[in-house]
C-alpha cells in the first residue's frame, strides 16, 4: 500500500546568503530577529546535487517562526537585480508587524536596504484584505514585506497585546507563479490546502509591488496545524515574461520552503510522486531522518525534510 503524502508544516524559511553573518545583523537591528537553534544537519551537496558544495547556515528566528541564511561554499549567482513580482525568481518573506509606523521607521534608521514600494507603506482596500504593507529588499536583494492587519480584523495567531517589539513573526513566503490552478494542483499533491482566496488590484497595488496595473491572483496555502507560516502564490494576470526558474540552489535567489514530512514514508512518497522534480537523486538519509530537493512547476525550490 503506498503511503499517503503528507506535509506537517512549514519547518523553516532558508534564504542564500553571500555574507550570513552580516545578513544576519540587519535582520536583528532593522526587523528585530534573534538567534536561534541550528536546523539538522544534512548532505548539501548530495541534497542539491552541487558537487563538493558546503552549507554554512546562521539560524535566526522572529516569534516562533524561524529563518535560515545559508552560505554555500563554493559561492553561487548573486541576486540579479530588481526581480519585478510576476517574475518565477521573485519569492518574498512576509513579516507581520503590530504596529506599521515603529516598523518602518525602525528599518528606515537602518541603511543598505531599498524600497520595492514606491510611496512607503500602502494600505490596501478591503476587497485586497485592507491590510497595510510594505515590500523592500534586505542588503542581498532578497525580497521582504512589512504586513500589519486591520485591529478588527487580525488573525488569532498574529493578536500579541502586550508585545514590546512592533516585527511579530513570520506570516508567509510568497511565490511567483505563472499559473495557479497547477501550483494549487503540485503543492495540494504534498499535503498543502487551499486556506483563502483573492484578487488584488487597483494603484494601491501598483504602487505596493512597483508593478504597472497589476491583477493578482493570491492564493493563501495552509498546513494541517494551521500555524504560520504558509504559503502564498501570486498569479499576476497578463502578458508578463516569465519562465520558470533554473536557479542553482547555491544561487543567492534560490529561497527554499523547508516542509516537514509527517515521515519518512510520506518523504519518499512524495519524491516517487514527483521523480521528474527531484534535485536530488531520491531522499537523501541523514542520522534520524533524511531530506530531499525538489523544484516546484514554476522552478521555486522545495526542501522536504523528515524525522
Known sequence: M??????????RIALTAADPEGLARFYREALGFTDAE???????AAVTGLKGAQART?????????LDLVAVTPAGQPYPGDVPGFSPLFQHCAI???DMGSAHARLSARGGWRPISTEGPVRLPASSGGVTAFKFRDPEGHPLELLAFPPDATPEAWRRPGATD???????????VAETARSVAFYESLGLRVASRSLNTGPEQARLDAVADPTVEVTG????DGRPPHVELLCYRGDHPRPASSLAPDAIAATRLVIAMTDAEALAAACAAHAGRLVSAGPVPRPGGADALLR???????WLTAG
Open 296 to 302: 516546484d512547476p514554476d522552478g521555486h525550490l522545495v
Open 96 to 98: 507581520i508587524v503590530s
Open 166 to 176: 512592533p516585527c511579530l513573526g513570520l506570516d508567509h513566503s510568497a511565490i511567483s
Open 58 to 66: 546562521v539560524p535566526l528566528r522572529l516569534g516562533g517562526q524561524p
Open 2 to 11: 503506498t503511503a499517503p503524502v503528507a506535509a506537517r508544516r512549514l519547518a
Open 38 to 44: 541550528a536546523p539538522p544537519a544534512a548532505d548539501f
Open 221 to 224: 496555502l495552509g498546513f494541517p
